[in-house]
């Protein structure tokens, strides 16, 4: 299975010098910090890996069945961009040379699985160390060139892969992925489930974000309400959205992560999303993130049924007793397949079109025969500002 992901790969270099000017001193001091100075020591929970790297940097943990896959990004100007990933597989049995070049050659092969434009700067270069570093540019529908290299090593039965993009990259975040680098150590003693080395596909800006909002409710949570784009050529599923919350010197205050109601997204559709933070806004907090991940569509496309295949009539919206917003009418099962788990997906908008409010609800029966027709009616509890208008998606899973 393919999965879609923010990763991102990185172009090191370090030059010699000779020089015949005698005034330089034959003996000279090492540097008086190190490389990973103020830096903070991130390990995966699995324990597995460990690495330093900049107090302003993002993990991000990403779905993968075969290992693990982790993406670091930092804020530049106003965009949040994945620097770094790091890509572990156990693949069962210690490596022998052989089996790391064949592994290698599995993990960038030749011709890209997503069809995007690939091209080599120049030959894989085999280190000193048994690792390889393999630099080219690829060229991604949304973002355009970017330039990547890989690290790829054997540490025993793990497979590891380090990889950061340094297209633009200004001079201080050259020398934070440097020290980065090299810092990585992967714990052989231990075990994570065994798994294949797929492609290493990098989908990097295919997921986006539209309608986005901010606000809080009567009990207190601080919600992030937006719209998920799915801008790729291809469908994908488990959509995965984390929040983070920020104060005025890039410390992380908030995390908080939900899974997309909508199973899948096809390519140019979109959903709506809430990150709902418990426990508040923190007085110190300015800025918020919100990172999403996903796989290419396999298991839930396969019986996903979409909105084409649902006839919506829609009642006069009204507000009950209680104050809420009430939503209701009519659907029918208009494709050939009798279907189950239908849902009522609700995106509120206000007047600058951001997204307000969402709401999902599953309609009374349990199944619907092609033809077949059901009420709906979806109550709205929670609403961030003035509402103007709404849609409505209805989804449901094929028998």
Known sequence: MRWVVFLAILLLTMTACNSTDNSEPLVQVATSSAPDEGFVTYRHQSGVFSLRMPRTWIPNDLPDENGLRVEFSQLEGNQSVVRLTVYIVNTGTPMTRDAFLKTANAYLPEDDPAGYQWKAIEPPIDQADGSRRVVGIRTYPTIGPRALNIFMQPNGRYFSVLEADVTDADPATLDSLRAVV????????????????????????????????SWEDPDGGFNLTGIVVNNQNTAIEAIRLTGYLFDARGNQLS??????????????????????????????????????????ADFAAQDFYGQENFTIERNPVYYNEAGNLVISGQLANNGSRLTKEVRIIVSVFNDQNQVVATQTQFINKDTLLPGEVDSYEVVVYEIGGAPVRYDLTVVGVAE
């Open 182 to 213: 090299n810092t990585l150590r992967v714990d052989q003693e231990v075990l994570i489930d065994q798994g294949e080395v797929v492609a290493g596909l990098t989908y990097t800006g295919n997921i986006s974000f539209d309608g986005y909002y």
């Open 255 to 296: 995390e908080e992560t939900s899974i997309l109601t909508q199973a899948v997204l096809r390519p140019n559709e979109s959903a709506p999303f809430r990150l709902r933070f418990e426990g508040g806004r923190p007085t110190t907090a300015v800025r918020y993130e919100v990172h999403a991940a996903a796989r290419i």
